[in-house]
């Protein structure tokens, strides 16, 4: 319990200076102390009701004098909040290349010149897109928030290389067969030839599910997608919903495509005949 200058008990996390002003402290959702001031004892009490209430109700977002990586963290926990896990160690993976440059600063200190040496020290163009789309992002929530007037990130430039983008090779009808004649008899025989035959992305080959198939008229639907990240230090699969509308779709299957289905639903079987529990997958 906080005592006022002459020994009075003022209440909880409430105490009086000794200028004469009151002042309240509290821990706020980030683990942060957060202390008030106020001329009266009515309006400290006030006060600290209205900021404890503003916490509660994730009102209140942060202090002016918060450092970049403490926004960073403030910003993926409120601001990103409903994306998946696995975008948002995309997103930390993307940060952590800046970190030891720009984390330890205050972000109303970070001009163009600071940013822009630290973007320069990244690798390659596309690690500095990256990194910069984060900064972008996180100083445009520290703009809307009032924490900051301008958004000096936008003017960073990332490309110093300018090096050429790889065009993607694709394989030829040739080499299609070629492929599928040599993986024929192979565990992963099945799955080559749906991935060729839908175009399909790996995940959601593997987020695959029985329901998801319709034999009768020839087509499946895509509902999720099975990912692989890093959380905590640990990778671990996650099944999640497509990432867009779009990637929510119906895709038509070709006879071999139906063939290799049947035949993989034939080894399923005969694996859950040998005390393996179904999991539903593909």
């Not at 309006?43 to 404890?52: C, D, G, V, W």
């Not at 910003?75 to 984390?103: F, N």
């Amino acid at each position: 319990m906080g005592k006022s200058l002459k020994g009075k008990e003022l209440g909880k996390n409430i105490s009086q200076r000794k200028d004469g002003r009151y002042q309240a402290r509290f821990v706020n959702r980030f683990g942060q102390r957060q202390t008030i001031y106020a001329k009266t004892l009515n309006e400290i009490r006030s006060r600290l009701r209205e900021e404890q209430y503003n916490d509660v109700k994730e009102v209140n977002v942060v202090s002016n004098n918060v450092t970049l990586d403490e926004w960073f963290k403030i910003w993926l926990e409120t601001c990103k909040k409903g994306c998946r896990a696995s975008t948002k160690e995309t997103y930390t993976v993307h940060y952590k290349r800046i970190q030891q440059d720009l984390g330890w600063r205050k972000i109303t200190t970070l001009n163009l010149v600071v940013m822009q040496d630290a973007i320069n020290k990244l690798c390659s163009d596309n690690a500095r897109k990256n990194s910069k789309k984060i900064l972008v992002d996180m100083l445009d929530k520290a703009v809307d928030t009032n924490l900051l007037v301008k958004n000096m990130a936008k003017q960073i430039n990332p490309i110093i290389t300018k090096e050429k983008k790889k065009e993607r090779r694709v394989l030829s009808v040739q080499e299609t067969e070629r492929f599928l004649k040599q993986a024929e008899g192979t565990f992963y025989y099945e799955l080559y030839v749906l991935a060729l035959e839908t175009g399909m992305r790996i995940g959601e080959l593997c987020g695959l599910t029985w329901e998801d198939v319709n034999f009768r008229d020839k087509r499946l639907q895509v509902r999720r997608t099975l990912c692989y990240f890093s959380k905590d230090g640990k990778y671990m699969f996650e099944m999640h919903d497509t990432k867009t509308g779009n990637g929510e779709r119906v895709v038509p299957l070709t006879e071999r495509a139906v063939r290799a289905l049947k035949k993989q639903k034939v080894r399923k079987q005969e694996i859950i005949l040998k005390g393996t529990p179904p999991d539903g997958r593909i």
